[in-house]
């Protein structure tokens, strides 16, 4: 396992995208995460992306709206890669499998890197972003539901807080293996995390 969840420039970024508002919304990633929300500027935005201010204006009337696309972007980027590997979970160990894996930005990660740019530097990006990491518990929640459906878990266990700790570890977890470059620090909060599941696994 490494520790480099939280290294390079943050989410991945296409900007080769022939698609007119996937490209906008990738020059803009790149734009955030390399200077911040104060350089996704209309006039920098439409220069990255390589599109006239007509088209920028048509895709995107409202300019916050695009923190909001990159939100969603990055979202999905988490819920293709992970929906398929947790609705294949059907044992405990499944989970845990799961949630050792090493890391990277589809587990996550690419939504993690965005809350120093956004949580408390802007408003409608903030809340964007509390949606998505809601629906990704929401998600992971319910394969936790199934997994107390099936027996896996006992009648105790509470899917929801559960989800909510799991995902704590590994946003906390990659942050600290990144400040201190020890993947070792990734394991063990994961492990600690894990060991909530199991104390309800039957």
């Known amino acids: ?8 420039p943050g989410p991945r ?11 906008v919304v990738a020059a803009a990633t790149a734009l955030l995460v390399r200077h911040g929300v104060s350089s996704l500027s209309p006039a920098r935005v439409q220069a990255a992306a390589d599109v006239s201010r007509a088209e920028l204006e048509q895709l995107f009337p409202d300019p916050d709206a695009i923190v909001e696309a990159i939100v969603s972007t990055q979202l999905d ?4 890669a992970q929906r398929p590997r947790l609705d294949g979970v059907q044992q405990v160990g499944d989970l845990e499998r799961w949630l050792l894996d090493p890391p990277t930005p589809e587990n ?11 949580a408390d530097r802007h408003d ?31 009648r105790g266990a509470d899917p929801g807080k559960l989800a909510t700790g799991l995902i704590a570890a590994l946003q906390g977890g990659h942050l ?10 990734l394991h063990a909060t994961l492990e600690m995390a894990f060991d909530q599941v199991r104390a309800h696994a039957t």
């Open 1 to 8: 396992m490494t520790a480099d969840c939280n290294d390079g």
């Open 176 to 185: 600290l293996a990144h400040l201190t470059q020890d993947a070792d620090q």
């Open 124 to 154: 409608r990006g903030h809340r964007a972003l509390a949606d998505a990491f809601a629906q990704w518990k929401t998600l992971l929640a319910a394969t936790l539901s199934r997994l107390q459906a099936a027996g896996e878990l006992d």
């Open 108 to 118: 996550g990660c690419a939504l993690g890197s965005l809350i120093h740019l956004l």
């Open 77 to 80: 980027a988490v819920f293709r």
């Open 13 to 23: 970024l296409d900007t080769s995208e022939p698609d007119s508002r996937a490209r």
